[in-house]
């Protein structure tokens, strides 16, 4: 979604009616939104950004982890999800 001054906000998350129950997200600079690669919504609680500049790649993991009351299964898929997105990230920033 593009904000003010030319700058991109980057999302995922759960429905409208489900608001407070996860979701995160990435403001973008208008200088840097230039750079962005793709970018992937991973689950309502984790988003990746994959950036290029100068012949350099890097990625940008946004995460909401589920609190401290959230149920064991959930905890363990937020961990699981993050691991992977984690581990995906790092064969993707090599120079």
């Not at 409208?16 to 962005?36: P, S, T």
């Not at 990746?48 to 959930?74: F, H, Q, R, W």
């Amino acid at each position: 979604m593009q904000i003010g001054d030319g700058h991109l906000l980057v999302y995922s998350g759960v429905q409208e009616n489900q608001r407070a129950a996860a979701g995160v997200g990435c403001i973008l600079h208008a200088k840097v939104k230039v750079m962005m690669q793709k970018w992937s919504a991973i689950s309502a609680r984790i988003l990746t950004i994959e950036l290029k500049y100068n012949e350099k790649n890097a990625t940008i993991i946004g995460v909401y982890g589920p609190d401290e009351d959230a149920k064991a299964e959930n905890k363990e898929e937020f961990w699981d999800d993050l691991t992977l997105a984690v581990e995906e990230s790092k064969g993707r920033c090599k120079s």
